[in-house]
């Protein structure tokens, strides 16, 4: 079974930094890509990143040149680095295993992908 779980989230202020962690277990992460989705209250859940198994990567517009994710396989865990962070990055973001790492988010999520609890990661002064 594929489970993952995110943790590093909490409270920011705006142009602060902030980095995401996803523990990967009872499977061998090499092999898969993962993604990040957030979603915010009232609004529809958005795909941010996600990275293949060679760590090829692909970003949301809003988040390019901010976040950055990476993998580390050896640890089993990917991370999404988050910089100059804006209110409106405040959502609650899940770590999703069995993506299909395409160019645009909207091809990301499957049937077969499994999905992590979520971390909420609040940007406020």
């Known amino acids: 079974q594929l489970h993952v779980v995110e943790s590093g989230g909490g409270l920011v202020q705006p142009g602060g930094s902030m980095r995401l962690s996803c523990a990967a277990s009872g499977f061998t992460l090499d092999y898969y890509a993962l993604a990040w989705f957030r979603q915010a209250p009232g609004k529809e859940r958005e795909g941010v990143s996600c990275i293949n198994s060679r760590a090829g990567t692909n970003y949301v517009d809003s988040v390019k040149g901010r976040f950055t994710i990476s993998r580390d396989n050896p640890k089993a865990t990917v991370y999404l680095q988050m910089n100059d962070l804006k209110p409106e990055d405040t959502a609650v973001y899940y770590c999703?295993?069995?993506?299909?790492?395409?160019?645009?988010?909207?091809?990301?999520?499957?049937?077969?992908?499994?999905w992590g609890q979520g971390t909420q990661v609040t940007v406020s002064s």
């Open positions: 999703v295993v069995n993506v299909e790492c395409m160019p645009s988010p909207q091809y990301w999520n499957n049937p077969d992908a499994s």
